[in-house]
């Protein structure tokens, strides 16, 4: 069992940044392979980014490569995501997942592919 929780959403200007965190407790956290996904209103989750157990791997949707990083502390629990040059079309709730088990690859941009997922947190980007 994985338990997520994030935190750091908020309300910023265009071009601004902010750091998403997502604190998970139970001990799979850190053999789990992790992801940000968002979603708007009237619109499926998508893909954001995801990260390997060990954090050597990262892969990102075109839509935010090189401006969000995908990061992870294991002996903490938290995974995080820093989003820089915030633009108003990044304005969604953002969920933390978790997906046990060390495989990775394309799989992991999709939502079925995971088995545990945070309640969210709302990013807001004003232009």
């Known amino acids: 069992q994985v338990q997520l929780v994030e935190s750091g959403g908020g309300l910023v200007q265009a071009g601004g940044s902010l750091r998403l965190s997502c604190a998970a407790s139970?001990?799979?956290?850190?053999?789990?392979?992790m992801a940000w996904f968002r979603q708007t209103p009237g619109k499926g989750r998508e893909f954001v980014a995801a990260?390997?157990?060990?954090?050597?791997?990262?892969d990102y949707a075109d839509s935010v490569k090189g401006r969000y990083t995908i990061s992870r502390e294991n002996a903490k629990n938290v995974v995080y995501l820093q989003m820089n040059s915030l633009e108003p079309e990044d304005t969604a709730v953002y969920y933390c997942?978790?997906?046990?088990?060390?495989?990775?690859?394309?799989?992991?941009?999709?939502?079925?592919?995971?088995?545990?997922w945070g309640q969210g947190t709302q990013v807001t980007v004003s232009s």
């Open positions: 139970g001990r799979a956290f850190s053999s789990s392979a």
């Open positions: 990260i390997s157990v060990s954090g050597s791997r990262s």
């Open positions: 997942a978790a997906k046990p088990g060390s495989a990775y690859g394309l799989t992991l941009r999709l939502v079925r592919a995971y088995d545990y």
